[in-house]
């Protein structure tokens, strides 16, 4: 493990930083007192220097928003440059920035989803999205995903169908969660994909009939679910539910906070099956995440419905100029380097069989799947009945050795419950891209450790 470049003096500011945070930082999901963060002393495209100046390869992307790499020139130059210009504006004026953001991403977006709303985050996003869609179709119950993520906010979190939704759900507020498609651990015993995606469908609109399509007002589904296993929708999928949501007068809700800006190989990961969705939100990648940026897409529908009423909600920093900056540097920078195209290519020629030959090889893979930089490996004890390497909603001392040898071996991992998730960024080259997986190789045999005899 390299420690080029990291100076003592850089290493000793670590272990203040670190003090500092275990005195007065409060961090998210965890409980305080065991909790041991790692310290980041600098980070520079896929790689990342931790405390100790050990030299990782984010293969993570962090929360899966750093799409582009860490420090990309042109967009720190951009947000040095609209700091020094001017570095906030309240929402109701008019800004370059924001407007010229605002231009790009609906160049991108598919069908009509030709406005954006602006939000600090995703989750903000999935907020203003349902409200929206309620508004629009005047109708109060929303349809949501179990296994899906969709942020930490009140409703947000209620809209969520993993785990962290627990501790939060004290008022659905409308919320009615269905099956998903996920052919892997089919709910409906389906044995082919195309009997998974005719059965998810009966169930999904079972679902709206019997809950009654005069008080569903939106649909919101994560187009490839990502924090809950980028199970990717079986073909027919997600027209079906496009279609489904068109018959019942449903808005539908595209969920492309972590699926979009690349990560999947589009643009958009809608635009895998040619599907329009009614709003479509986004975050993360939008800027890479170099500064707080989430939006709502909206189609021309929508925007009729606010038209002439009023829109009832707004957000201090709605389209910050410095957030704004970072995602027209950022989507210019993805556009001139071909960065979506680079991500559709190493997932069909480098990582995917990469994957498929260490399932071929590690008896501890139970599935591969994913597309683009967004790709998950599920591990299991034992292949015939796939039993999870870790319960869902927990770790296990097998994941947590996983785990270890990964960090051991050189990389900054997502790993959750059983599942280890390949998501470096789009533009990480395919030597380093090799690297990881021959990093994951040697970790895997680790896992098979864990196998039933
Ligand atoms: N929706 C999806 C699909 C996500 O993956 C996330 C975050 O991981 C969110 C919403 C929430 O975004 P944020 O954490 O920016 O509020």
């Known amino acids: 493990v390299s420690t080029e470049t990291i100076t003592p003096e850089q290493i000793a500011a670590g272990v203040r930083a670190h003090q500092l945070d275990k005195e007065h930082v409060f961090h998210s999901w965890q409980a305080q007192g065991p909790f041991a963060p790692m310290t980041i002393l600098k980070t520079q495209g896929s790689w990342i220097w931790d405390g100790e100046g050990n030299k990782l390869l984010d293969f993570s992307s962090q929360l899966v928003n750093t799409n582009i790499g860490h420090q990309h020139p042109k967009v720190v130059a951009a947000i040095q440059s609209q700091a020094a210009d001017i570095c906030t504006i309240a929402p109701q004026h008019v800004n370059d920035a924001r407007s010229e953001a605002a231009r790009l991403i609906a160049s991108l977006t598919p069908g009509d989803l030709d406005h954006v709303f602006f939000t600090n985050g995703g989750a903000d996003a999935v907020e203003h999205a349902i409200r929206m869609a309620r508004l629009h179709t005047g109708k109060h119950k929303v349809l949501a995903a179990y296994r899906s993520y969709h942020g930490g906010t009140h409703l947000a979190i209620n809209l969520t169908g993993d785990p962290r939704r627990f501790a939060s759900d004290h008022g659905t507020d409308g919320v009615v969660h269905f099956m998903p498609a996920y052919h892997y651990r089919s709910y409906f015993s389906a044995a082919t994909e195309a009997e998974e995606t005719e059965r998810a469908l009966r169930h999904l609109e079972d679902t709206i009939v019997l809950e009654g399509p005069d008080t569903i007002g939106a649909l919101i589904l994560e187009s490839i679910p990502g924090t809950a296993g980028i199970y990717m929708p079986p073909a027919g999928y997600m027209a079906g539910v496009r279609e489904l949501t068109r018959k019942y007068g449903i808005a539908y ?144 001392p097998a994941m947590a050795a996983v785990t270890g040898a990964l960090k051991k071996a050189g990389m900054l991992p997502f790993v959750n419950f059983n599942r280890i998730h390949v998501v470096p960024p789009l533009n990480i080259s395919d030597e380093d891209l090799r690297t990881g997986l021959a990093m994951l190789d040697e970790a895997l045999s680790v896992a098979d450790g864990f196998v039933e005899a």
């Open 253 to 396: 809700i595209a969920d492309e906070v972590m699926a979009g800006f690349g990560r999947a190989g589009q643009w958009f990961s809608v635009d895998h099956w040619d599907v329009v969705p009614d709003l479509l939100t986004f975050a993360k990648g939008v800027n890479s995440g170099y500064v707080p940026l989430g939006g709502v897409a909206i189609s021309g529908a929508i925007y009729e419905t606010f038209r002439e009423r009023a829109y009832p909600g707004g957000l201090t920093y709605s389209g910050h100029p410095l957030a704004c900056a970072a995602a027209v540097a950022t989507i210019t920078a993805m556009k001139d380097e071909a960065m979506v195209e680079n991500s559709a290519r190493i997932g069909a020629e480098i990582i995917g069989p990469a994957l498929e030959e260490l399932k071929a090889k590690h008896p501890s893979v139970g599935d591969v799947r994913g597309t683009g930089c967004f790709w998950a490996l599920e591990l299991v004890t034992n292949r015939e009945t796939r039993e999870p390497m870790a319960p869902y909603g927990g770790s296990s």
